[in-house]
């Protein structure tokens, strides 16, 4: 049968339609892919430390590390919650200019401020830009299909960790083989961020946000799990008084309901135990990556190639995340014990770092130290993630992150600032050890009892198996699967956003953005 001419037209009209849809993502990801390339060239950042020590700055280390490091800590936990609601609120975009402002602030203040008040601010605008890290891993998965997220994750995360790679390399070349002075590699940095904050300006702008703009959906995408949890209004239901009509339009909002939904289910423990190993991990990673550079300028100030060890680090850090990928254990048995395993080695780094003199060793346990912490991210990531839907996957690394600083925050004020115990960084480290070798020696015990507890089972009583770390390949035969009905209140695994802390890049070192994923 030849088909009629209005056949063929339409057939062209809807390979002409599809032609244009894939131009149009290519150009989206290559844009996206791009910005998240140039944020992150900044060559001065690892060696913000020695800047501030030497001449013009002349601040002395006790005042670095006690009086205007530990900033950072306050000013990231009052920013962390306004900021993540501003970010969905204002649908993202906004959030990411304000961050460029406040990444050409930071570098304002550094070349232009000269006294303590001056760095703390700088401190200040930082965390902007630590909680507003959020808005990039949001922002991708809000303008794109869900059948893309795991390729559009793959390209911007890829992105982002060349940018990472880039910006220390050049830094380490333009100040050890150009002899370029500290001051100018300041400058450049903060060119590259005005043309950063340019690029932000271009951005698409999405229609809908995840919590607050949920009523525009787009056409033809379905409520998600919790909006369909939502109770209409029965036939033959009495009216509510007003004081009814209020009480129900609280507990029928979407943050209750999902937050009702998590005290459900919280009680899993392997989402209890991974949630556990994100926050206390992350609160003493953070805290190493904090006062690092204060450690590497005490141990030597002469040789300083902090950029080299910043980059040599992130390449670890990615071939880690990567081989976590093909990891394959039983997680419900073998999940402590690993965890313990990688917070003793964790443990032992911070005091090698401690106890050595020699700063090329020094170099080399960071970037091990980093490494370490690398190679659980995914895994918990993951684990966390894999039977959750992607509101309450949010949620979920919203508040672990929360916490996480709340945490730190406690420890810098006890421990760093001045107004308490003020130590010096050798007997910071001295705390960080210890911090890690009570979180390893919790987890082997744990993983001991559980050993015993399968021992009183028996053999043949295997236990139920947990979720896996497969290959991307295998992933994606796993997503079309379905969750039971009867474990997880119907929800099904979606593309999850980010996390927070492992969106695009770690915290900085102290005292700005100096360690980077």
Same mark, same amino acid.
């Given at each position: 049968?030849?088909?009629?001419?209005?056949?063929?037209?339409?057939?062209?009209?809807?390979?002409?339609?599809? %032609?244009?849809?894939?131009?149009?993502?290519?150009?989206?990801? *290559?844009?996206?892919?791009?910005?998240?390339?140039?944020?992150?060239?900044?060559?001065?950042?690892?060696?913000?430390?020695?800047?501030?020590?030497?001449?013009?700055?002349?601040?002395?280390?006790?005042?670095?590390?006690?009086?205007?490091?530990?900033?950072?800590?306050?000013?990231?936990?009052?920013?962390?919650?306004?900021?993540?609601?501003?970010?969905?609120?204002?649908?993202?975009?906004?959030?990411?200019?304000?961050?460029?402002?406040?990444?050409?602030?930071?570098?304002?203040?550094?070349? $232009?401020?000269?006294?303590?008040?001056?760095?703390?601010?700088?401190?200040?605008?930082?965390?902007?830009?630590?909680?507003?890290?959020?808005?990039?891993?949001?922002?991708?998965?809000?303008? =794109?299909?869900?059948?893309?997220?795991?390729?559009?994750?793959?390209?911007?995360?890829?992105?982002?960790?060349?940018?990472?790679?880039?910006?220390?390399?050049?830094?380490?070349?333009?100040?050890?083989?150009?002899?370029?002075?500290?001051?100018?590699?300041?400058?450049?940095? +903060?060119?590259?961020?005005?043309?950063?904050?340019?690029?932000?300006? *271009?951005?698409?702008?999405?229609?809908?946000?995840?919590?607050?703009?949920?009523?525009?959906?787009?056409?033809?995408?379905?409520? !998600?799990?919790?909006?369909?949890?939502?109770?209409?209004?029965?036939?033959?239901?009495?009216?509510?008084?007003?004081?009814?009509?209020?009480?129900?339009?609280?507990? %029928?909002?979407?943050?209750?309901?999902?937050?009702?939904? +998590?005290?459900?289910?919280?009680?899993?423990?392997?989402?209890?135990?991974?949630?556990?190993?994100?926050?206390?991990?992350?609160?003493?990673?953070?805290?190493?990556?904090?006062? =690092?550079?204060?450690?590497?300028?005490?141990?030597?100030?002469?040789?300083?190639?902090?950029?080299?060890? %910043?980059?040599?680090?992130?390449?670890?850090?990615?071939?880690?995340?990567?081989?976590?990928?093909?990891?394959?254990?039983?997680?419900?048995?073998?999940?402590?014990?690993?965890?313990?395993?990688?917070?003793?080695?964790?443990?032992?780094?911070?005091?090698?770092?401690?106890?050595?003199?020699?700063?090329? /060793? !020094?170099? =080399?346990?960071?970037?091990?130290?980093?490494?370490?912490?690398?190679?659980?991210?995914?895994?918990?990531?993951?684990?966390?993630?894999?039977? /959750?839907?992607?509101?309450?996957?949010?949620?979920?690394?919203?508040?672990?992150?929360? +916490?996480?600083?709340?945490?730190?925050?406690?420890?810098?004020?006890?421990?760093?600032?001045?107004?308490?115990?003020?130590?010096?960084?050798?007997?910071?480290?001295?705390?960080?050890?210890?911090?890690?070798?009570?979180?390893?020696?919790?987890?082997?015990?744990?993983?001991?009892?559980?050993?015993?507890?399968?021992?009183?089972?028996?053999?043949?009583?295997? $236990?139920?198996?947990?979720?896996?770390?497969?290959?991307?390949?295998?992933?994606?035969?796993?997503?079309?699967?379905?969750?039971?009905?009867?474990?997880?209140?119907? $929800?099904?695994?979606?593309?999850?956003?980010?996390?927070?802390?492992?969106?695009?890049?770690?915290?900085?070192?102290?005292?700005?953005?100096?360690?980077?994923?």
């Amino acid at each position: 049968m030849v088909p009629s001419g209005q056949t063929l037209e339409k057939q062209a009209d809807e390979e002409s339609g599809s %032609d244009q849809e894939l131009q149009s993502w290519q150009c989206l990801v *290559f844009y996206l892919c791009f910005y998240g390339f140039m944020a992150q060239i900044r060559p001065g950042e690892s060696f913000i430390m020695p800047y501030l020590l030497e001449p013009p700055k002349n601040f002395t280390l006790r005042q670095v590390t006690n009086e205007i490091i530990p900033v950072l800590s306050y000013s990231n936990l009052a920013m962390l919650v306004p900021v993540f609601l501003l970010t969905d609120y204002l649908r993202y975009k906004p959030v990411l200019v304000l961050q460029g402002l406040s990444y050409v602030c930071v570098w304002l203040l550094l070349i $232009l401020g000269h006294s303590v008040l001056h760095m703390q601010l700088m401190e200040v605008c930082y965390s902007i830009t630590m909680a507003a890290r959020i808005a990039y891993s949001s922002y991708i998965f809000s303008l =794109v299909h869900p059948s893309r997220y795991q390729r559009m994750a793959s390209y911007s995360r890829t992105a982002v960790l060349l940018g990472v790679f880039t910006s220390s390399m050049l830094g380490q070349l333009l100040y050890t083989v150009g002899h370029v002075s500290l001051s100018k590699l300041n400058y450049i940095s +903060l060119a590259f961020l005005t043309f950063s904050l340019s690029l932000t300006f *271009f951005l698409r702008r999405p229609k809908r946000s995840l919590f607050f703009n949920r009523r525009v959906l787009a056409r033809g995408a379905s409520p !998600c799990e919790l909006d369909r949890m939502r109770p209409g209004p029965g036939p033959g239901r009495p009216e509510p008084g007003k004081l009814g009509r209020m009480l129900s339009r609280c507990r %029928d909002s979407f943050l209750v309901r999902m937050l009702c939904k +998590l005290a459900d289910l919280v009680r899993q423990p392997q989402l209890r135990l991974w949630c556990l190993w994100w926050i206390f991990s992350s609160a003493g990673y953070y805290l190493v990556l904090y006062y =690092v550079h204060s450690l590497w300028n005490a141990i030597n100030s002469e040789h300083v190639y902090n950029g080299a060890a %910043d980059a040599a680090s992130t390449m670890l850090s990615a071939i880690m995340s990567f081989s976590a990928g093909f990891l394959k254990i039983r997680w419900t048995l073998w999940s402590k014990l690993v965890i313990a395993s990688v917070t003793a080695i964790q443990a032992g780094l911070v005091f090698f770092m401690l106890i050595t003199t020699n700063i090329w /060793l !020094c170099y =080399v346990a960071f970037v091990l130290f980093r490494g370490a912490y690398q190679f659980l991210v995914p895994i918990a990531t993951f684990q966390i993630a894999s039977s /959750l839907s992607k509101e309450l996957c949010a949620l979920v690394f919203g508040i672990n992150t929360f +916490l996480a600083t709340l945490l730190k925050t406690f420890i810098t004020l006890v421990v760093s600032d001045q107004r308490s115990l003020g130590l010096s960084v050798h007997r910071q480290f001295i705390v960080y050890f210890v911090y890690f070798l009570v979180l390893s020696v919790s987890y082997f015990i744990g993983a001991a009892l559980d050993g015993l507890r399968q021992c009183r089972r028996g053999p043949h009583q295997p $236990l139920p198996l947990a979720q896996e770390l497969r290959s991307p390949s295998e992933e994606k035969a796993v997503q079309v699967l379905s969750v039971p009905d009867g474990s997880l209140g119907g $929800l099904q695994p979606s593309a999850p956003p980010l996390s927070p802390e492992d969106s695009v890049e770690d915290s900085p070192g102290a005292p700005g953005p100096e360690a980077k994923v």
